[in-house]
């Protein structure tokens, strides 16, 4: 156990990893459909232990997936920012209730209204299904929203979806949102990064390859193409400055560190947070968390204040 983390973060790593009950066969289709059941709640559990509350919520239907709108009690008056965020959950998991936990989970902690998608998965619903679902919201918000009031964000399986989303606005024509945040992001899905061998073992929340599930999700499809691995994308075409987190034990280490300097390499602004000694997930409830939400609310108001773009942002 690291001394140089706080007693809570301590805590955390102390505490029993989740197994899941590890993936069924790739063809077993009703096997994987339990999967997600059992582990959908899992997931919903963990949201209700956290409890964020105070947040209005209404679900607005869409052709293929859903929106949960999420009004938080933090928000400011008159505010006209947007979050449009993308859940995690392996690209399999979060759906349904657990979107709807996630999303005022995500509302609470930027103090903004968001829109929560939830979007279709397999085993029913592979690639491109959740990322049309996730485009489909975009749109949808920009009949609003002007885009720079727009943020949107992922955590692990949600920022892979939310790069992919912004790559596939950009190549369609659509503006840009003002800035994106990827927590944790699973934008590689070849894991082909130096810490998937490296951290295996370490990482409490990520204690395996996720690829059994990569495959089901890309349905055949090429795993290295950018709107499946976006940190094989080309940036130079336009990418909104970019928030990346991730912990030292973190399965996906590699992913942000990569993504930081793909985006760089394209002279994007782009923000990398290390968190010491956190596995996947960022220990949020910690004060190394709190910090770390600290610095996505700085980077967000840099980027997008109130609506209106800041000089240089």
Known sequence: MPTSISAEAQ????????????????????????????????????????????????????DGGGVFTVIPSNAKPGDRRVCLDIHGGGLVIGGGECCRASGIATAMAYGLPTWAVDYRMPPDYPYPAGLDDCVAAYRALLEDRRPEELIVSGVSAGGNLAAALILRARDEGLPLPAAAVLLTPEVDLTESGDSFRTNLGVDTVLTHSLM???????????????????????????????FLATGTRDLFLSNAVRMHRALRRAAVPAELHVLEAAPHGLMLSTPEGEDLLRELRAFVDASCASGTVRPGG
Do not use: C
């Open 212 to 242: 059994p599930a990569n495959l089901l999700y890309a349905d055949g499809h090429d795993l290295a193409h950018p709107y499946l691995s976006p940190v094989f994308a080309d940036f130079s075409s336009g990418f909104p400055p970019t």
């Open 11 to 62: 805590a955390y790593l102390a505490s029993p990893a989740v197994r899941s009950p590890g993936y069924p066969p790739s063809g077993d289709l009703a096997g994987w459909r339990e999967y997600v059941t059992s582990m959908d709640a899992l997931m919903l559990a963990r949201f209700s232990q956290g409890n964020p509350g105070g947040a209005d919520v209404e679900h607005i239907p869409m």
